[in-house]
């Protein structure tokens, strides 16, 4: 009887461990993606396409996304510093960044000769009280303009909903970027502030109706949500990746080639065309 008994709690036991695990699993691989802001089955994706597009918010019809004092580079430095933004070290979102590390990447330090002190005060001049005795000067930093970070790249997936028979683009991330053009990047490349969620930065934009605008100039009575204008696609952003096996950038991909940057430019214009063709041609079969 004692054995029976046994027998039995072990299989009770053996069951939920089951049950349990199968839930893990479940909420693990529920077949949705936690990054987009509009949740899809993967079962109801027929094609997909990852895209990567770099956006210069200096360019004309980027500049409501930039409006004096409403930049959107301001609006999420500021949500950072509250602590209501996470950032991220990659478009990946996957390892967030430490605030440190953000808030040193705003600032630039200015280069000083090296200087070590031992435990007396003496340096490399000298002692205290020397004639010729000169103290370490103090590692010194001046705040990057916040309208230098002007350069924005966006990470999204194209795909085709067999479901509602319907294209979506969906924005899975937005990077930051001090622009390589801007007179205090001597760097000679753009530089990564930071990555962020587009799901946490349009719920941001979402809850700072008065802050986070794009500025209609055409009328004011007209402003739109930052979160709205993404997703109504009023940016223009030229395509610089397409998913690949070798991670490679149009740019790299064409580095070598004797027409150099101006073969990888106009790929990249021949890209957003294909789409465009593809999506035409969708409707046809």
């Not at 980027?62 to 991220?88: M, Q």
């Not at 000298?126 to 916040?146: A, M, R, V």
Request: hydrophobic fraction near 40%.
């Amino acid at each position: 009887m004692k054995n029976l008994n046994k027998i039995f709690v072990l299989f009770v036991l053996l069951s939920i461990s089951s049950v349990d695990n199968s839930y893990a699993q479940a909420e693990v691989s529920n077949g949705y993606n936690p990054l987009s802001l509009r949740q899809v089955h993967e079962s109801y994706l027929m094609w997909k396409r990852t895209l990567w597009r770099r956006i210069d918010m200096k360019e004309k019809q980027n500049k409501p996304f930039f409006a004096l004092n409403r930049e959107l580079s301001r609006v999420i430095i500021d949500a950072v510093e509250r602590g209501v933004l996470i950032p991220y070290t990659s478009d990946t979102v996957d390892t967030i960044m430490p605030i440190d590390d953000f808030r040193s990447s705003l600032v630039i330090k200015e280069d000083i000769i090296p200087c070590n002190t031992d435990i007396n005060g003496c340096n490399n001049s000298g002692c205290p009280g020397e004639p010729f005795f000169e103290p370490c000067e103090e590692l010194k930093s001046q705040k990057i303009d916040i309208r230098h970070f002007s350069i924005f790249q966006i990470k999204e997936d194209l795909y085709f909903d067999r479901i509602h028979s319907r294209i979506y683009f969906d924005i899975q991330s937005v990077s930051m970027y001090w622009d390589n053009m801007a007179p205090s990047n001597l760097r000679g490349g753009d530089v990564l502030i930071g990555s962020f969620r587009f799901i946490d930065l349009y719920n941001l934009f979402k809850s700072m109706p008065k802050e986070a605008i794009w500025f209609n100039e055409k009328n004011i009575a007209q402003h739109k949500n930052l979160g709205d204008a993404f997703l109504l696609r009023l940016f223009r952003g030229y395509i610089i990746k397409m998913a690949n096996a070798d991670g490679e950038t149009l740019l790299d991909i064409y580095e070598n080639d004797s027409a150099g940057k101006g073969k990888g430019i106009m790929a990249a214009v021949q890209a957003e065309q294909d789409l465009m063709e593809w999506e035409s041609n969708l409707w046809e079969y």
